[in-house]
């Protein structure tokens, strides 16, 4: 059973409109929520990360929104670019302990011109 | 630096054979970790290092081994590779001990068994 899910898979959106990546998470005990973009050929790295104590963190054009309620979370990308053409992974995890990420499987966004 | 190093970058090998994948980092990170990536498929925690403590997930415990002989290199092996080791193996690094530390990606290894 996926813990975290991911929505849609792939995404096309034009250059100057907003593209909506969504998320949603299993284990209450999650409590840091990572979002990591991956550009072809090269590694994860991250993006943004929100933890639960606030309900939206932004950081330029990007913004995550967070519904502890509902265990969903979603990432806003405003005036798209088509260098914001990347696979996107939300990830999770809990604990004030070492532990691992746990991964979605990821949305493809492809920016236009 | 924030660089992550994992070698090789391609790895082909024979079913029944052992694999050794290798990943560095001089960041002097606390915390190395190994994912599985296969196509389609979210990236999977293997395993992963706090200082010289190993901690490995309970579905893939008896199939991977790991070795951390100093804080900057990491090992990841497999004694005996099946058709389903076939995969993407990214290795990543994190400064703290604690789960919020950003996590830094290695290149990956891809592994093709035959």
């Known amino acids: 059973q996926q813990q975290v899910r991911q929505s849609p898979q792939s995404l096309t959106v034009w250059e100057g409109e907003t593209a909506i990546l969504n998320c949603s998470y299993e284990d209450s005990t999650f409590d840091y929520f990572p979002w990591y973009w991956q550009f072809p050929r090269e590694s994860p790295a991250l993006l943004i990360a929100i933890r639960p104590v606030s309900n939206k963190k932004e950081d330029g054009r990007f913004t995550i929104f967070f519904n502890k309620r509902e265990k969903k979370l979603s990432l806003h990308i405003t005036d798209s670019q088509p260098g914001d053409s990347a696979t996107y992974f939300c990830?999770?995890?809990?604990?004030?302990?070492?532990?691992?990420?746990?991964f979605g499987l990821g949305t493809r966004v492809s920016v236009f011109p | 630096d924030t660089t992550v190093k994992q070698n090789p970058r391609y790895k082909l090998a024979r079913v029944g054979k052992p694999v050794n994948l290798i990943c560095s980092q001089t960041m002097n990170h606390d915390t190395m970790y190994w994912y599985q990536k296969k196509p389609n498929q979210a990236p999977k925690l293997l395993l992963f290092?706090?200082?010289?403590?190993?901690?490995r997930e309970a579905d893939t415990f008896e199939k991977f081994q790991s070795s951390r002989p100093n804080n900057s290199f990491c090992s990841l092996y497999i004694g005996s590779a099946g058709l389903e080791y076939s995969a993407m193996y990214l290795c990543?690094?994190?400064?703290?001990?604690?789960?919020?530390?950003?996590?830094?990606f290695g290149p990956g290894t891809r592994l093709t068994v035959l």
């Open positions: 290092y706090y200082d010289k403590i190993l901690n």
């Open positions: 990830a999770a995890s809990g604990g004030n302990y070492a532990q691992g990420l746990t």
């Open positions: 990543a690094s994190s400064r703290d001990g604690d789960s919020y530390a950003e996590q830094f």
